[in-house]
């Protein structure tokens, strides 16, 4: 998104974000916050960059008694430990 889009989009939420108690406004931030953390959680399990192109394969690394490791590139980053919500 270019600079101007965003602040096009800042311009139009601006005024409805100052309608909402504070409240409301950390309901919708956590939300928001929880729905794109689950975008990021399924986009990292499929293994794609944020514009869609797959990752770059990394070298395969074996277990002691010579066979892959299984779990998937990233696994423990798709945790909430490491994509937290504030």
Same mark, same amino acid.
């Given at each position: 998104?270019?600079? !101007?889009?965003?602040?096009?989009?800042?311009?139009?939420?601006?005024?409805?974000?100052?309608?909402? !108690?504070?409240?409301?406004?950390?309901?919708?931030?956590?939300?928001?916050?929880? !729905?794109?953390?689950?975008?990021?959680?399924?986009?990292?399990?499929?293994?794609?960059?944020? !514009?869609?192109?797959?990752?770059?394969?990394?070298?395969?690394?074996?277990?002691?008694?010579?066979?892959?490791?299984?779990?998937?590139?990233?696994?423990?980053?798709?945790?909430?430990?490491?994509?937290?919500?504030?």
């Amino acid at each position: 998104m270019a600079a !101007d889009e965003l602040e096009r989009l800042e311009d139009w939420v601006a005024p409805l974000l100052n309608r909402l !108690d504070p409240a409301e406004r950390r309901r919708l931030a956590r939300r928001i916050a929880t !729905d794109l953390r689950r975008s990021q959680r399924e986009r990292i399990r499929r293994q794609q960059n944020q !514009d869609g192109t797959p990752y770059k394969p990394r070298k395969r690394l074996r277990a002691a008694s010579g066979q892959v490791r299984r779990g998937g590139m990233f696994r423990k980053l798709r945790t909430a430990r490491y994509l937290r919500t504030k």
